[in-house]
């Protein structure tokens, strides 16, 4: 069947023509086919060009979109090109991770937007994407990408959204928890948690409000002063002591628990000037109701009091924790006063088990490149420290002080310096060689009798993946700088973050490889929208076999070909 326009002549000469639709039949008297008409359009004018455009759109409709595309590509205009393939990938782990059916069953019933669900996702895949401000991310998502179920969205609706977020957290967190663990086969035998902080740029601090032990705002009430985890009184953004070396600036401080495959499994948020001593016992009471079995909890030197470790063993749990060297604990002493030979772990990393104590085990590991560091830093230390204080006995007693007291402000450099009896500055040898003795050293206690050494070691070794996920919230996902003062909404962003960098982690572990080298990567697949007086359509383009590769490895079928054909309005 096909189109065909006709010419007829008028009495006056002229001519006119006339549109038909028509196809060929075959005539067995003259044994040759013949035109049949199947339709008469009329004359070849605007209102039959009308017609036969509603015709195509309808008999598209119809088609598969490959072969609609031809039948529609008369006279199209090449309007726009957004990228694709970073959200259709964190939109399939989103639903396959559980999140999204997560949030809808939780924010079901509510008097929101339909499409809540849609706004959180455009946020988080944002902070994974191209991190900015919620009102830069509602362009972005508007107008900068495609996102399934998404056409517009306001910064208002993303404030509303992340609103809603925080009020469905604490049962979104054990939903997720529970899929990611069935989908991912998670081993949580192992949970690593620490803390970090983040800072604001701005020189006020937020007027103390009333909390409870957890550091949460109770009622709102404003009142006086006091340090935040013991039901006292604290402003969220306060200062305190900052891991990131901005103790002129207020914080907040930011737990996150990891598995040994660096899947972050939860976070934590705490006002600016609670301390690490306490925390780890609300994080394992929080965690109290989750599917769990028996867990044995990884934390750093910060956490490794009496009383963290008595209430980590609740349940019949147990301990990896790091011990301070230089804490001056009789356990420490003795540990380290102990001969044994150490047994290799890794390339570099060896460990000896000394028994101390009935109820705990102590490990001490040694790494020979890092002693060879500390080695290193210290010569540099004493060396510049004897710059400093060569020629001050001819100082007066008053300017040796006033250096003395220069050169207590400085950690590194005081840890070498002694004062004779007399007031001299000297370099202390007795402390350099005790130093001497720990270099590349650091000590483990912990509460699980049947752990080797060696995995105790490793174990402790992979609370790196904890530090790792701090570095990529911060320089991947962009944690900082926070667009946001109210506490709700600080809360809200570090909820966004933390789900974007579950989803990062998930697709790293698959294919491994960075994020960064994946959202690179994926970002080249884009979508060109085409106009045309038949409609709209659009199209992606070729997929690589890079991009190939990392869909087969996420097990995530490419995107359609025509992602969107829509006729014109007749």
Known sequence: MYLRSTPRRNKDGSEVRYLQLAHNVWDPAAKRSKVQVVYNFGREDAASREALQRLVASVARHLEP???????????????????????VLDALWGRLGIGPAMRKLLAGRRLDASAERVLFALTANRALAPSSKLAAARWASEDVLIAGLPQTTDDACYRAMDWLLEISGALEKLIFERVSEVLDLEVDLLFFDTTS????????????????????AGGQKAGGGDAGDGRAAGFRAFGKSKDYRDDLPQ????????RDGIPVRV??????????????????????????????????????AENRRWLRKGGNHYIIGEKLRSG??????????????????????????RIAEDERFIICHNPEGAERDAAVRARLIARLKE?????????????????GVISTKPGLNRYLRTTPGGLLRIDATRAKAEENLDGKYLLRTSDPK?????????????????????DMKQVIDLRPVYHRKEERIRAHVILCWLALLLARTAENACGATWPEL???????????????????????QITAAQAGILAKLGIDPPPKICQLTPASP
């Open 198 to 217: 983040t800072y604001f740029e701005t020189e006020e601090a937020d007027e103390p409000v009333a909390r409870d032990k957890h550091g949460n705002a």
């Open 252 to 259: 907040v401080v930011i737990g996150m628990a990891v598995t």
């Open 329 to 354: 604990s009789a356990e420490a002493e003795a540990a380290l006063s102990r001969q044994g030979r150490y047994k290799d772990v890794t390339g570099n990393l060896k460990a000896r088990e000394v």
């Open 451 to 471: 752990m080797t050494a060696e995995d105790i070691a490793l174990g402790y070794k992979q609370l790196l993946q904890v530090e790792r996920g701090w570095r």
């Open 268 to 305: 934590w948020c705490w006002p600016g000037n609670t301390s690490d001593s306490a925390l780890i016992r609300q994080v394992k009471d929080d965690m109290r109701d989750w599917s769990l079995s028996k867990v044995v909890w990884v934390a750093d030197r910060g956490f490794t009091s």
């Open 66 to 88: 490959g072969k609609a595309r031809a039948v529609a590509a008369d006279g199209l205009e090449f309007a726009e090109s957004r990228p694709l393939g970073g959200t259709w």
């Open 519 to 541: 959202r690179r990567e994926l970002g080249r697949i884009a979508v060109g929208t085409f106009t045309g007086p038949a409609g709209t359509f659009r199209q992606r383009t």
């Open 388 to 404: 400093l204080i060569d020629g001050s006995d001819k100082l007066s007693r008053d300017k040796r002080a006033g250096l003395r």
